[in-house]
């Protein structure tokens, strides 16, 4: 699912959880859940895993130390999230510090979400006509994207660090989503 910039370690799936391959020590098994994205270290994994209530996908980030912790949800009133998620992680950025996804908040009203430490899950800025989500960040951090649901279909958005949003075309009418960006953005 996710190699770091030299090549060292790769993550991904398996039937029963992921595996993290790195050139010095080979295949290590992770259980639970599935992988999307590794920190340019190789030391910090952020992908999804079941809640222990509701079998629910939950985003977390995995370090060999602490093992997996879920990162939180938008809204805790929201009932059991949407399909087979309550969260779902989508992109981390070079640090592993900025983690970006999307949250069901209101039932099953999609909302792209920043992750960090210091603030927790912060559900960004609700663009267009809603059905957001950040799937990349930038590697510094700053600058998380995706789409919105726009006029006709999904419109590219943008975020900042501060959850403020915008469309990168204002009129929504452009079809499409960010799927990559620059480590500055």
């Not at 970006?100 to 210091?118: D, K, P, S, Y």
């Amino acid at each position: 699912n996710d190699l770091t910039p030299d090549g060292k370690y790769v993550v991904g799936n398996s039937a029963s959880g992921a595996h993290i391959w790195s050139l010095d020590d080979g295949y290590t098994f992770i259980p639970r859940g599935s992988r999307v994205a590794i920190s340019d270290d190789g030391t910090i994994i952020f992908g999804n895993v079941p809640d222990p209530d509701t079998s629910l996908g939950l985003a977390a980030i995995w370090t060999a130390d602490t093992g997996w912790q879920t990162i939180g949800i938008l809204d805790e009133d929201s009932g059991p999230g949407c399909g087979s998620n309550i969260s779902a992680a989508y992109e981390l950025s070079a640090d592993g510090g900025v983690a970006v996804g999307l949250g069901w908040i209101n039932g099953c009203e999609a909302q792209g979400f920043r992750w960090t430490e210091e603030t927790d899950t912060l559900g960004l800025e609700i663009l267009a006509n809603g059905g957001n989500r950040a799937s990349v960040v930038s590697g510094d951090g700053m600058i998380a994207a995706g789409f919105a649901q726009g006029n006709f279909s999904r419109t590219p958005a943008m975020w900042f660090a501060d959850g403020t949003g915008m469309l990168i075309d204002p009129t929504a009418d452009a079809s499409g989503e960010v799927r990559g960006i620059s480590d500055d953005g």
